[in-house]
């Protein structure tokens, strides 16, 4: 198998466990703040606030010049896999 199949392959994989995480975490969630334990593992629900800055708004609301002044821009490099 090539470096691309296996990577897609891994992709699909984590992909179908992070949707299994989600839907386990939501049940979780479901049963409240607290901490619970299996026989292997314990979690902890937690529940708290967090801020974030809304970039739409900030645009909308700010000179153009602030927001070029805190904007940092970075050169990213991705992989995208998509199947055939």
Do not use: F
């Amino acid at each position: 198998m090539n470096i691309i199949d296996q990577l897609g392959e891994i992709d699909k994989i984590i992909k179908k466990n992070e949707a299994i995480a989600r839907k386990l975490k939501a049940e979780l969630i479901a049963r409240g703040v607290g901490k619970y334990e299996g026989s292997q593992y314990w979690v902890e629900v937690q529940h708290y606030d967090r801020a974030t800055i809304n970039p739409v708004l900030v645009r909308e609301m700010c000179d153009p010049e602030i927001v070029s002044a805190v904007t940092q821009v970075k050169a990213v490099d991705a992989v995208v896999v998509k199947p055939l």
